[in-house]
Each structure stands twice: as structure tokens, then as C-alpha cells.
């Protein structure tokens, strides 16, 4: 097919029916709309051209055609290279949407038994081996969420509805997108009409000016290649889901957490297990929970904190990835789900984009203790008030008390060193106790011990000092190089049972399981080739990550520029790097979240292939 120009708004739109003359204006419209709305999805540009079948074959379903594999090929041959909007607008009119005779053929297919209901097996062997696949996950969370009934299986009514639903959701999602750029353009083309106005008559001038204003349109077009989007005020966002309204009634479990930062300045963070006896629907929040001195004169930024739960082996092998937080209602990062009976494990994440090293300095160090006699000491109001600040972050579950699993893992932060028998019973003959646990007042008389015991004529104590600085406060008692949370977990139908792990680095394994979120998560992603790579955007609540994705056999790079970005953070020193990709990998390139969640933020991120 050959290339045409893309006319856009209302007055191409009217033009190119009086030309054709096939459809109605209205039919026209429609199906213009449904093919917007589907490369906004897809590409985010409708000046994109396709260049694959694969992008073909996502573009159409978008639009709500279901092509088969002999549709594809009668319009991607051997001989096509590439596809503009109008060729891809010429197929979407030629293709009937998915109508109730489409539906219900397809659903007497699925529905291999006859039976009237299609079970979340028979529509896995659908969706999970054929075209654009889906994980089982993924189509255990559509049978969710259609499920009126709650039987776990799908009839005609809630399948017809699933499809519908999910086709129309995707495509208001872009078109509103859509509606936002034009905006954007408007305003943009409005105030360029204005400085032309008030430069015309130097532009008459210059006999160059026209070629000049045409060079600059053109560098203006291949400037906006990559990813533009502008995201409203997160604090005045609807949530996408409301916590269940009978929550109440459900069994809730919670427990407290911290990310710091190890001895290579690297984030570590407490994971969980958790483990539930029968299948349940769960809802989780997490959200970041405030001690230490606060600065009155500058409010802190609060920490963004996702949650991811993966499937756990008896053996402690992690499985698959169930859910991840991807919704925000206010300061909380939420998932619904539903779990099966088995064990799991929650690992959070933070961005780095707010809680990163500390580089300012510290006007005036604190004292800790005040002399007391000659060989005697006591702690400082201050410093008092801190310690109560660092019994709340290690009271993992909000009791009052230490445990000896609690009191283990302040240890093992603070020194290292863990907290044997020996050294449990010490704490059991000398400090308070209540029912087996070391109440708040034992921990202030255990510190006050070591303070007795470290005091020197100077009045420093160094040990206290590394506790504090292993805890993330500074020499002024600011708590700035760690972030406290709060997870809790309600489940319906049975009890959750949560417990704590040591500290420790998402590594790896965690780049990876972001990656997977990101790449599985279809109706938050959008997707663009980029020579070998493929750039993920994920745009969730309250925060925008770039996945990079090598489909080459070559390891190359891709440079992500984001310098132009408006009210943003990044999770990197500087908006603007280069990532390296292994042949069959993926990486996370660079998470982006609003500086200000009450004013609108604005992402540009140009990217360019790096050749080495």
C-alpha cells in the first residue's frame, strides 16, 4: 500500500468523507476514532507508521476487530514493508467489529463441553497458547473481574460482557490520551501563531524566512518523536479501584517495614511471607508511615512504594509473578486480587526517585548524653525522642513490644550480629519484659546501659552513633536516608498469616520481576520498536517506567533523553542516560514520578539507538 499524508481533526475528517462517499459521516467518524484510539494505545502516535505484523495485528485488536492469522496475511504479505494510518484506517473499515454472532461463535468454541460455561481452563488453552498471549494470571484476573455470579466460570452474558467492556475501556483510555495531545498542540500552535505575529514584519524582511520556518517545523516534528504525555494532579485522580465496600468483615493482617540504603548504597528493603489456607480475594495497601524529626520549614517529599506478590515454593523458590500494586488512592499503593491456598512472598520496591544517599551536610551535630557525675551519664531529651522514633520502626507489628524475631532484626541492622540465645538471655535477666517481649522501657534502659557504658570525657558514644546512622538518621537526628511503611493485608475468606525476613536487595530478581509487571501489563503499556529494541512505557498511579527490551542478537543500547520533562523525578542522578541491553534480555531503563503530586506532570522522553 502506498503512503499517505495523516489529515487530523474536524476538517479532514469532513474533507475525506465527501471524497469517499462509502460510509456515513458518522460511521466515518467511528471508525477514524477506533483506529485513534487504538494507535494511541499501541504507538501513541498516529504518524506511526507500521513496520511489523505483529504491530499490525495489536493495532487492529485494539480497535476491536479480532483478526485471524489468514486476515493478517491477506494485508501484511511479503512484499509490505511498512503501513501509515490511512492504509491501517482503510483495513479497520473492511473489518466488522466484533459483533454478538461473532461472540457467541467464539464462545461455543471455547466452551469445548458444551456445558454453557466457560471455565478459566478452557479459556487459559485460548489465551495463553494463541495470538497476542496472556499469562495464566492474567486470565484468572479477567474471569475475576467479569465473574457476577461469583462461580468462577464465565456464561454467555458475562463473556460478551468481558469482551465488550475491556475493548471499550482501552479505547476511551486512548482517546482521552489523544484529546490531551491535541490539546497540547493547540496551545502550542496558538502561541507559535502569536510570535509569528509579532515577528512578521522581520520575517517579511528576511527572504530566508520561509525556508527557515520550514526547517523549523521539521526539527520541530522529529523533536517530538518518542514518548509525550501529560498526566494530571495525582492528589486529584479518581483511584481506578475502590477498596471493597464490606472490608470491614474481612480478616486483616499488617506489618511494618523500612527501606535503607546497605553499605554499597544500594536500596534493601523487609520482605514478607505470607501464606493463606483456601483460595480468597485479597486487597493489600502499603503507604509510607512518618517518624524522626521533621524539618518545619520544608515539607518532605513522600516516598512512592509498590508491592509485588509472587508465588513461593515449599522450597522457598520463587514462582510466578500474582500481582503488583497498580493503583494509588491518596498515600496508599493498593492491589485486588485473588489468591490461590499456598504460600507467597511480597517484596517491595521503591523507586529511588524520592529516598536517595544523602548529600547535604549537617550544620550542627547532637549531643546524645549529658554528663552525670564523674563515670555516669543519661540521655538527651533528643535523643530519647529519637529512640522512641527507631522502637516504632522495628515494632514490625505494631504491638508495643519487641519480639525476639523484631529485636533479631534491629540487630542484625545495627551490628550484624545476630541475636543467639546467649545473647536473648541476657536481655531476658536485665531489661523489661512483657509476655516474652522487650517492652519500650527495657529498650530505652538497654540503650541507656550502653550509653553508660561507651561514655568517654568528650561525651561521645560511638556505638550509639552507628545505630542511628544504621537506622538512616543523620548527625541532627533527621531521619533522611531511610523510609518507614505500613503494609496491610485483608482477605475474605480465611486469615493471612504474615511474617518478616531480614533486610535485604530486590537484586536481580527484582529488576526482573519489574520487568515482567511491566511487559505483562497490556492496558498500562504501550509499546514502540526501536531498531533490535522494544521500549515499554508503563504509565500507572503515580509513576511512568521505561523497560527496554532486547529482541536483537546483538547487545546494544538506547539513549533515553527526559531533560524536557515537566515536575518530574527521576529514579537516576540525571534525566538523561544510556542503557545497555543484552540479545534476549530486559532491563529497566528509568522510572519517572511526579516531584509535585498537586500540579500536572508532564513526561518527554526521546529516544535514539545508541551504536557502538
Known sequence: MSQKPYSGGAGGKASQAKRNGALSLTEKDKAEAECQAAYMAVFNDPATDITSRDGLERVLQQAGRNPSKQTIDKYWTKDTNKLTFDDVLTIVKELKPTSEDDLLHAFQKIDVNGDGYITQKELSKVLTQRGDKMSEKEVEDMIAEADIDGDKKLNYKEFCKLVMSTTSKCQESSLKRLERRERRQRRAQRTADATSKNKGSDKRRDPSSSSSSTSSKSAKKKEEIGVVMTFPPISKQQPSHREPTNLKDW?????????HFDDEQKLIAHQYI??????????????????????ASKQEPKTDINVFIMRQGDNGLLGELVAFTNVKNKEKYCIQCELQAGHYRLIPMTTGCHLKVRTRSVKEKVKLVEPKGEDECTLTKEFKSTLNDIFEMVDLDGNGLLSRNEFNLFQLRTSGEAVDDDAWEVVEENFELKKGELTRKGFMDLNQMEATDGFTENGEVDDLWVTLSSMGFAEDLVLDEACPFQV????????????????????????????????NAAGFTRVKS??????????????????????????????LDCSKSKNCLSSDTEMCQTVQCYSGAAVVGLHLVPKDEDKEWTINCQESLVTS
Not at 475474605?492 to 526482573?512: M, N, S
Open 530 to 559: 526501536v531498531g533490535d529494541l522494544r521500549l515499554h512505557t508503563y504509565m500507572g498511579d503515580g509513576r511512568v517506567t521505561f523497560i527496554v527490551e532486547n529482541k536483537g542478537s546483538n547487545k546494544c543500547g538506547i539513549k
Open 274 to 295: 505470607i501464606d493463606v489456607a483456601v483460595t480468597t480475594k485479597l486487597w493489600l495497601t502499603v503507604r509510607p508511615i512518618t517518624v524522626g524529626v521533621i524539618n
Open 488 to 519: 496491610d493485608i485483608y482477605t475474605q475468606h480465611c486469615p493471612c498469616r504474615i511474617r518478616a525476613q531480614p533486610l535485604q536487595r530486590g537484586g536481580p530478581t527484582l529488576q526482573k520481576i519489574i520487568c515482567q509487571s511491566v511487559m
Open 251 to 259: 480478616y486483616h493482617s499488617h506489618s511494618k517495614g523500612c527501606f
